[in-house]
T-cell receptor, first 117, second 115 residues
Framework: AQKITQTQPGMFVQEKEAVTLDCTYD???????LFWYKQPSSGEMIFLIY??????QNATEGRYSLNFQKARKSANLVISASQLGDSAMYFC??????????????FGAGTRLAVHP | GAGVSQSPSNKVTEKGKDVELRCDPI?????LYWYRQSLGQGLEFLIY????????KSGLPSDRFSAERTGGSVSTLTIQRTQQEDSAVYLC?????????????FGEGSRLTVL
């Protein structure tokens, strides 16, 4: 069965430092998509970054980059130059195999990031 | 509207009562999703709409849960005879249509507490 594992319930980082949030996944499907979402205290889920299983390069979006190691089945999120506004829950997710092109996502349990001044 | 709108933002109900949760997606978005987030957990898929039809309702936990969408727009998630284990945040998301990337836009959720 497909599964997403986030082993860090909580992380903290000093402002302006970089931080890596871990995510490992398990799937037997060769075609899959990996996502990271941010959930601030307001509750809404904010899309950050996407990596397709066949993408040759690691995805980057501004201060966010995804360290995709396919052989290890890991998709860690790297946030560079942390800001106080980055404090939130972060969820790793995978599009379920055979979901026919729509986003039936399987989510990890999340990592709570606290950025300290 | 400018974003996905959900109502009510908070709902407290007694065990056994029925509740309705509403989602108003972004105008023009044909795909609509309902997810559930229990305390301290990730999101759990419930149902997906494309237009007014629901090709995937496999995540609905029991027959007490149902959802409909009318006019290709507003969706209502109904929970009958609520149980304490139904307490969670119910999140709605919409997107333009079939998409392989992450263009899901989420609302802020409806927090349901069943006493």
């Amino acid at each position: 069965a497909q599964k997403i594992t986030q082993t860090q319930p909580g992380m903290f980082v000093q402002e302006k430092e970089a931080v890596t949030l871990d995510c490992t996944y398990d799937t037997s499907d060769p075609s899959y998509g990996l996502f990271w979402y941010k959930q601030p205290s307001s509750g809404e889920m904010i899309f950050l970054i996407y990596q397709g299983s066949y993408d040759q390069q690691n995805a980057t979006e501004g201060r966010y980059s995804l360290n995709f190691q396919k052989a290890r089945k890991s998709a860690n999120l790297v946030i560079s130059a942390s800001q106080l506004g980055d404090s939130a829950m972060y969820f790793c997710a995978m599009r379920e195999a055979g979901s026919g092109g729509y986003n039936k996502l399987i989510f990890g349990a999340g990592t709570r990031l606290a950025v300290h001044p | 509207g400018a974003g996905v709108s959900q109502s009510p933002s908070n709902k407290v109900t007694e065990k056994g009562k029925d509740v309705e949760l509403r989602c108003d997606p972004i105008s023009g978005h044909t795909a609509l999703y309902w997810y559930r987030q229990s305390l301290g957990q990730g999101l759990e898929f419930l149902i997906y709409f494309q237009g007014n039809s629901a090709p995937d309702k496999s995540g609905l936990p029991s027959d007490r849960f149902s959802a409909e969408r009318t006019g290709g727009s507003v969706s209502t998630l109904t929970i009958q005879r609520t149980q304490q284990e139904d307490s969670a945040v119910y999140l709605c998301a919409s997107s333009l249509g079939l998409t392989w990337a992450g263009e899901l836009f989420f609302g802020e959720g409806s927090r349901l507490t069943v006493l």
